[in-house]
């Protein structure tokens, strides 16, 4: 546990070298993952640094880094307690069910856990928090949320945690799944952590034409070759210059051919626009989320879409029940209870070849 004004970390569970599934300990030995901390080690010789506090069991440099860099940029950007909005408790609520009492008192995976926009609202609702995240967005998440109770965060790769399966009693994956190399074999694994009657809930990317456009698209092919530090730099650079027209058609949206207008600069400037959808953020933070998720959308590696379909028969194919899956937030959004007594079959599930289309 980490300690309000403390810096030091106990998860809830024996924490497992990810590759021989041997019980780990610190170094120097001690109970508690520290500052002072400067590696977990297994009996088989497998050495993971702790930087920072944070047990790192991947490079810290990955297909991810783009979202490491973004999120450390952005670091409070997000966050419901820094915008002064529920826009995230809403969509975490949502996700959920439609109410957040569910994750009181209960061990939860928070997978790809980026800076922590999820992170605070599941701990200020009383959940006990094993969050993770393949990038270096791990530190701005403990920066968020580290003085927190019940909170532990690692680098980590959330298709090999360093945990037993069914360790869990709510699985949490959102904004996450399309990035990952087979968005099939993710969700597989994510099941195998919810322990048996344990909920898993995850959203995906849909089908959209509009979310991708030519503009988009064509930046996209060079940002994600290009370096995370460049590419973040000329995001900067298209979002500062683009934006003062962002601003020039909403305010004039009402004038004659204005709302055309308007909607023919959507389609051909690569800049997000949350306008329409989140006004209340304000000018400031307006400018701030079009920004990042411009960023986020076109400097992610992998991108993959699904349909409601797609995503109800993968968590069917993985043995889940009371599957519910719909289009709403950022494209598809499900929960799933995995079956009492259920065995840990999805750790060798193999994704088939079908529908991966980026």
Known sequence: ????????????????????????????????????????????????????????????????????????????????????????????????????????????????????RFTEILLAANANVFACDLSTAVEANRENCGRAADYFVCQADITNLPVEQGSFDLVICLGVIQHTPDPDRTIATLCSYARPGGLLVIDHYRYSAEDMTRTRQALRNVLIRTSPKVSLAVIRTVVAVLWPVHRLFWATRKLPYGAVLRQKLLKVSPVLDYHDSY????????????????????????????????????????????????????????????PPRSSNAPQSFKAEATSSKA
């Open 1 to 116: 546990m980490l300690r309000t004004g403390e810096a030091e970390m106990r998860p809830t569970m024996a924490l497992l070298c990810p590759e021989h599934r041997q019980p780990l300990v610190t170094e120097p030995a001690g109970e508690e993952i520290s500052e002072k901390t400067t590696a977990l080690k297994c009996s088989s010789g497998c050495r993971f640094a702790v930087i920072g506090g944070i047990p790192r069991f991947v490079p810290k440099e990955n297909y991810a880094a783009a979202f490491g860099h973004q999120w450390k940029a952005f670091r409070r950007t997000q966050l419901d307690s820094y915008t002064g909005t529920d826009i995230t408790r809403n969509r975490l609520e949502r996700c959920l069910g439609g109410s957040l009492d569910v994750v009181e008192g209960k061990r939860v995976l928070e997978a790809g856990c980026g800076a922590g």
């Open 279 to 338: 006004m209340q953020l304000g000018p400031k933070l307006l400018y701030a989320w079009a920004a990042l998720d411009t960023h986020d959308a076109l400097t992610d590696r992998y991108k993959f879409k699904r349909t409601v379909e797609e995503i109800r028969d993968c968590l069917a194919r993985c043995g889940m029940e009371e599957i519910e899956a719909h289009y709403g937030g950022n494209g598809v959004e499900a929960r799933a209870r995995k």
